[in-house]
């Protein structure tokens, strides 16, 4: 059937299959989603043109990373940059390979790849190629926070050529399926990393609490997952009666010494990314989108938001490089902002949201925590993490969390938390039985605290009463479920609905290695994980 475009790497894409018509469920029009297919295809071709003979500059890992990520759901709408981005990786190819321009007998090994062959491609080989094509996606996202800050890794740079390079051939299940799991094995490496940056540049988040107050006067909303942008936003806004707040995965930032440091920077607006048309309408703010999250925005707030970095839409200010953010302030300041304090909700009327439980803090209370399950006053660790979305069946996670018992503790990250962080669960073992750890990149800080808990009761993590029940939506969820498989972690759950682009074989084979399943009901789940 011809199609007008196909994509299926969001968990709400179409039908559950794939989103085939003039335009995506997330907003992207078929053109963007082949300018997109066409810069995956661009950043193929490059894979072959950078190998272990070609001197590589930083240039060629910077687009690398720059593409991947300017192909992440809800990042670019703009045909124009995307265009912009392939024809740099273009003009890199030529530099790697300057003969191949003028050669008589062109071997087509440097060409971009065509994705229509991967998308028609047989479903296992289609489902295997999909899993490291969105991993690396959403590890590149990663790449990119750290490399803002200066940080890079070369086995990491390494991978992204040699993933992209395994999905332009013609390989079997056998050669693809090692990838797969590497792909989750450099994406921990990436987290860490970022994990390394983020904490050496703005200090070990502590625990804190954020109201949901927005005072009057001007102010901004700052929305996304870069630290570095809310950094430079608050230097240029302090002193001129600009107030800050954060949204969606920027919560986490009020954890981070040198930025809590302002005083300028009062709260949090608004929950999760999917809820920003209705509670960006009548904003009386600018709105500045750093990372992915962007939905497109209605006629009636357009002129109110800004882009900045990889993510772009036509039609709002696009913030450069050079990081000026004075049109974002004097729009602020045209707007004026409420004219009296606002006070705000979450979904469950809490007026206040704690975050900074980051490992470095939960570590810190290791003999604590072990005391209170060797006293039998904490029974089970429950990790209720991930992306949020619209699709129907997420209030699960807000059931799921009201339900466990009194005598389990919570951990959270990424926006998924917006469901239920606003709720008081109270304490056990003088500790928050809630305890928020961050951003999805975070993970990481999960995933040592396991090892911890691991390591002092002597066991394996697949041992300790510790379950995962994880919510999904984009491809940094890929990348983090693949680094969970990687280390070879068991029975995690996953909802509300399995990805599309897992074919049965490539599921089973989860299943049978792995007890991956689908969430169910929160009573049965619990009583399944408890059991």
């Known amino acids: 059937m011809e199609q007008n475009m196909f994509c299926f790497q969001c968990e709400q894409t179409a039908g559950c299959t794939g989103c085939t018509g003039a335009k995506g469920v997330c907003g992207k029009t078929a053109d963007t989603a082949r300018l997109q297919d066409e810069l995956t295809g661009a950043l193929i071709g490059l894979s072959h043109a950078a190998d272990e003979n070609t001197p590589l500059a930083e240039t060629t890992w910077k687009l690398m990373v720059e593409g991947l990520f300017a192909t992440l759901t809800n990042v670019s709408f703009d045909d124009k940059a995307i265009a912009e981005i ?16 003028g050669c008589a007998s062109p071997c087509g090994h440097n060409d971009d790849y065509d994705m229509k ?31 803002t800050l200066g940080y890079t890794d070369t086995e990491v740079n390494e991978f992204f050529a040699k993933a992209l390079f395994a999905l332009g051939e013609d390989w079997d299940m056998d050669l693809l399926l090692p990838i797969v799991m590497e792909t989750g094995k450099y994406n921990l490496s990436c987290m860490e990393l970022l994990d390394r940056a983020n904490t050496a540049t703005y200090g070990t988040p502590a625990p804190v609490t954020v109201p949901l107050t927005v005072e009057k006067g001007p102010f901004i909303v700052i929305t996304g997952h870069d630290l570095h942008d809310l950094k430079l936003l608050l230097e240029q806004t302090e002193g001129k009666g600009i107030n800050i707040y954060t949204h969606g995965e920027m919560l986490p930032c ?96 809490g007026t206040s949201v704690t975050t900074g439980f980051s490992h470095g803090t939960i ?169």
């Open 86 to 101: 392939t024809d740099r990786i273009h003009q890199e190819k030529a530099r790697l390979r300057p003969d191949c321009g």
């Open 117 to 147: 062959l991967l998308w028609n491609a047989q479903e296992d080989i289609r489902s295997l190629k999909s899993l490291i094509l969105f991993g690396i996606r959403g590890m590149a996202a990663y790449a990119y926070h750290a490399m």
């Open 254 to 349: 009020h954890a981070y010494p040198e930025l809590k440091k302002y005083s300028h920077l009062k709260g949090n607006f608004g929950t999760a990314w999917q809820n920003q048309q209705k509670e960006f309408a009548e904003l009386p703010a600018p709105v500045l989108f750093t990372t992915n999250c962007l939905m497109p925005p209605k006629p009636s707030y357009m002129d109110r938001v800004f882009t900045t970095g990889t993510v772009t839409f036509p039609g709002t200010v696009h913030i450069n490089e050079e990081k000026d953010f004075t049109p974002v302030i004097q729009r602020a300041l045209e707007l004026g902002g409420y004219q009296e304090d606002q006070h705000f909700t979450g979904i469950n009327g």
């Open 363 to 531: 570590l810190g209370v290791a003999d604590q925590v072990i005391d209170a399950v060797k006293a039998g006053a904490i029974r089970h660790f429950f990790l209720v993490a991930g992306c949020d979305g619209a699709r129907s069946g997420r209030n699960y996670y807000t059931d799921f969390v009201k339900q466990s018992p009194s005598d389990s503790v919570i951990l959270t990250l990424a926006c998924g938390k917006y469901r239920f962080n606003d709720l008081d669960l109270g304490t056990i073992g003088g500790l928050p039985r809630l305890m928020d750890m961050g951003q999805c990149n975070d993970a990481y800080g999960a995933i040592k605290v396991a090892g911890a808990l691991a390591e002092a009761f002597g066991c394996g993590v697949n041992e300790l009463p510790l379950s995962m029940v994880l919510s999904w939506y984009e491809q940094k969820a890929v990348s983090i479920l693949l680094t969970l498989l990687h280390l070879g972690i068991k029975n995690i759950r996953l909802g509300p609905t399995l990805p599309a682009f897992l074919s049965q074989n490539v599921l089973n084979y989860l299943v049978k290695n792995f007890g991956i399943a689908a969430i169910t009901t929160p009573e049965e789940d619990l009583k399944t994980l408890l059991g």
